[in-house]
T-cell receptor, first 114, second 114 residues
Framework: AQSVAQPEDQVNVAEGNPLTVKCTYSVSGNPYLFWYVQYPNRGLQFLLKYITGDNLVKGSYGFEAEFNKSQTSFHLKKPSALVSDSALYFC????????????FGGGTRVLVKP | EPEVTQTPSHQVTQMGQEVILRCVPISNHLYFYWYRQILGQKVEFLVSFYNNEISEKSEIFDDQFSVERPDGSNFTLKIRSTKLEDSAMYFCATGEGTSNQPQHFGDGTRLSIL
């Protein structure tokens, strides 16, 4: 069975500082990893994905994520956070050998203070 | 940018009543999904649908649930006899294909069972 853990319920960061949102996963096969962001009263918006290749992937709005196979992690990062980045962030995994369903972490609320 | 559209945005229903949640997929997408998020909990996979049939479903998706694409465009989730524990946000997601393509989510339908 596949699972995702986001160990932090909330991350607080000052505007302009680096932002990191942590994610670890567990799958039996090879993982496809995704980050989504959710703003109030909206659906989940796709940010970026890791499928294969370069361990550092870049996505929308200046976000990037680093895949680390040995640590089974896929942490989301942004070098300089904006107040508008305040939202709920979800990490998700799909086991390529186990169908198309996404398994989500519990979400991390990011609060960027001016 | 094309969007997944869900209606209604909020549905209030008496326990035991039937509800139908509707989704209009992105036009060239062939894979359809329903997820739900009970307040304060993780986003959970319910069912995936491809080529007019269910391709995968979770334990949550019991005989009270059904999905169909009645007119070739709308994708619906029906709950036959609602229970209090069905109260949740229901998200429709669609995708171009399998494996490495992200799923695109609608803004959700908040279902409240009284």
């Amino acid at each position: 069975a596949q699972s995702v853990a986001q160990p932090e319920d909330q991350v607080n960061v000052a505007e302009g500082n680096p932002l990191t949102v942590k994610c670890t996963y567990s799958v039996s096969g090879n993982p496809y990893l995704f980050w989504y962001v959710q703003y109030p009263n909206r659906g989940l918006q796709f940010l970026l994905k890791y499928i294969t290749g370069d361990n550092l992937v870049k996505g929308s709005y200046g976000f990037e994520a680093e895949f680390n196979k040995s640590q089974t992690s896929f942490h989301l990062k942004k070098p300089s956070a904006l107040v508008s980045d305040s939202a709920l962030y979800f990490c998700a995994v799909r086991d390529w050998a186990a169908g198309n369903k996404l398994t989500f972490g519990g979400g991390t609320r990011v609060l960027v203070k001016p | 940018e094309p969007e997944v559209t869900q209606t209604p945005s909020h549905q209030v229903t008496q326990m035991g009543q039937e509800v139908i949640l509707r989704c209009v997929p992105i036009s060239n997408h062939l894979y359809f999904y329903w997820y739900r998020q009970i307040l304060g909990q993780k986003v959970e996979f319910l069912v995936s649908f491809y080529n007019n049939e269910i391709s995968e479903k979770s334990e949550i998706f019991d005989d009270q649930f059904s999905v169909e694409r009645p007119d070739g465009s709308n994708f619906t989730l029906k709950i036959r006899s609602t229970k209090l524990e069905d109260s949740a946000m229901y998200f429709c997601a669609t995708g171009e294909g399998t494996s490495n393509q992200p799923q695109h989510f609608g803004d959700g339908t908040r279902l409240s069972i009284l």
